[in-house]
């Protein structure tokens, strides 16, 4: 026997130690019931941090009892990677830190009284004083190899006595994997990893124990590189190998949503491409959403290849997965092509019947150099334009006009007009009198505003003012 064979039935035995569980259960058997999101439209499903977030997602998406409850790391996810898929609609991803469990999930646990809990990674993941306490709540069994390789590695072992299809993606970072968990529900497949220039011996080994018919590669070869390809096809020579990959995590995530949904999907979800904990979570919640493809997005903008892919697919429902402070209000209204150009600052109100003057506390631009030196502006339209939205003070809207900003100028006139307005975007927007928050205007026009903050908001709440007036244009 050859050394490299030798360390892969070693790491078979390991494997197999190492689980807890029976290798006979399948991917995604029917049994949890589920609640599809019918909403037309954007629709957020968040909390206020990554564990409310799973919760409110399992709330959203399944009904009591279900199946099997998965429960990984919110803090690191190296072992967390190959849970989505695993779930699939049995039931969902809860989140808990490495010593504890938080309220939120506890309450949850108590109301899908689950059969079986699943940890996903070893006691370095998730303490072993966790998994005792989750106990209280259903059987619980540990899927966990001696690195990440080897528990998701474990994780496919447990749920697929074989597979037509496995996705293989690097376990040096996440995004590809996470954009790869909804197509892999889709096909019922799993998730294995590998390092970046190495097809480790536990991934090999459960390679050759799936023997599937196909392994599609995520990412470029900067993710997987070529000498993990070629040794996945020496290892199964009839199988076929293809790469999903991009130029960048977005993309990716778009080229396996057009490879996995070639005819469009009436669902999508959307989840931060720079965090791991949402996408997780929301693989599940894809599941039960006729296998819905998952996308990923800048917290403040949409990539462009989103916005082609949101297009392509012609979704009728749009889940943000995440609070706003994962994804911004509006995200997919601003594209991140747009946001690259200086945004538009909208500048005063127009006196009524005025045309053509950008006022700043009752002044017209000509004096703005003389407030505020250094200011380098021009005019970009010459008619009024409707940049306010309405409300109640205002049905119609306030007529305003917007100024543009030189690009070479930009930086130094953010500055002067955040000093201008006293707000310091180092600190928290509690205390401040006036925050600058980036808005989309009627036209679709990404521009930057100062708004009241949460407090004098709250003051001019309280004193019966709805609009703010001053030296800028606020709603």
């Not at 499903?45 to 409310?52: N, P, Q, S």
């Not at 006009?401 to 180092?426: C, F, K, Q």
């Not at 401040?432 to 100062?450: D, F, I, N």
């Amino acid at each position: 026997m050859g050394k490299a064979s030798a360390a892969r039935s070693l790491a078979r035995s390991l494997c197999a130690a190492l689980l807890t569980v029976s290798a006979a259960v399948v991917a995604v058997p029917a049994g949890a019931g589920t609640t599809p999101i019918d909403d037309a439209g954007v629709v957020r499903v968040g909390g206020a941090d990554r564990y409310e977030t799973a919760v409110e997602l399992s709330r959203r998406s399944f009904t009591a009892p279900v199946d099997t409850v998965f429960v990984a790391t919110g803090t690191h996810f190296a072992d967390a990677l190959a849970g989505g898929p695993a779930a699939g609609s049995t039931g969902p991803v809860l989140l808990v830190t490495h010593d504890s469990i938080p309220d939120g999930v506890l309450d949850e646990l108590a109301r899908l009284q689950p059969g079986t809990i699943r940890v996903l990674g070893g006691e370095s993941a998730v303490s072993a004083d966790v998994a005792a306490a989750l106990e209280a709540h259903g059987q619980v069994e540990r899927l966990a190899g001696t690195d990440r390789y080897g528990t998701a590695a474990a994780v496919a072992a447990a749920s697929w006595p074989s597979a037509s299809t496995v996705y293989l993606a690097t376990g040096e970072n996440f995004a590809d994997a996470l954009a790869g968990g909804a197509a892999a529900v889709r096909d019922h497949a799993p998730i294995l990893l590998t390092e970046s220039g190495r097809l480790p011996d536990t991934t090999a080994a459960e390679l050759e124990r799936l023997a599937p018919n196909e392994v599609r590669i995520l990412g470029g070869t900067a993710a997987v590189g070529a000498a993990v390809e070629e040794s996945v096809r020496a290892l199964l020579p009839s199988a076929a190998v293809t790469r999903l990959a991009g130029a960048d995590r977005y993309a990716t995530a778009a080229t396996i949503a057009a490879s996995a949904w070639p005819a469009g999907s009436s669902r999508v979800l959307i989840a931060t491409g720079t965090g791991f904990a949402d996408a997780l979570a929301a693989v599940p919640t894809a599941a039960v959403n006729d296998a819905a493809p998952l996308l990923l997005s800048r917290g403040d903008c949409a990539p462009e290849p989103l916005l082609e892919e949101l297009g392509r697919l012609g979704a009728t429902t749009r889940i943000l997965v995440g609070g706003p402070a994962a994804l911004a209000d509006g995200v997919l209204n601003l594209s991140c092509t747009d946001l690259a150009r200086p945004p538009f600052f909208v500048y005063g109100s127009l006196r009524h019947g005025e045309s053509g003057y950008y006022l700043l506390d009752g002044k017209t631009t000509k004096e703005i150099p003389t407030r505020m030196p250094g200011l380098d502006l021009y005019r970009l339209a010459t008619s009024s334009y409707p940049y306010a939205v309405p409300n109640a003070a205002n049905p119609a809207g306030i007529l305003g006009e917007a100024m543009s900003i030189t690009e070479s100028a930009y930086p130094g006139v953010v500055t002067a007009l955040d000093r201008y307005e006293r707000y310091d975007p180092t600190l928290p927007p509690d205390n401040q009198t006036y925050v600058r928050e980036l808005r989309t205007t009627q036209a679709g026009v990404p521009s930057w505003v100062y708004v009241a903050g949460p407090r004098q908001a709250a003051y001019l709440r309280s004193t019966g003012i709805l609009i703010t007036s001053g030296d800028w244009l606020r709603w």
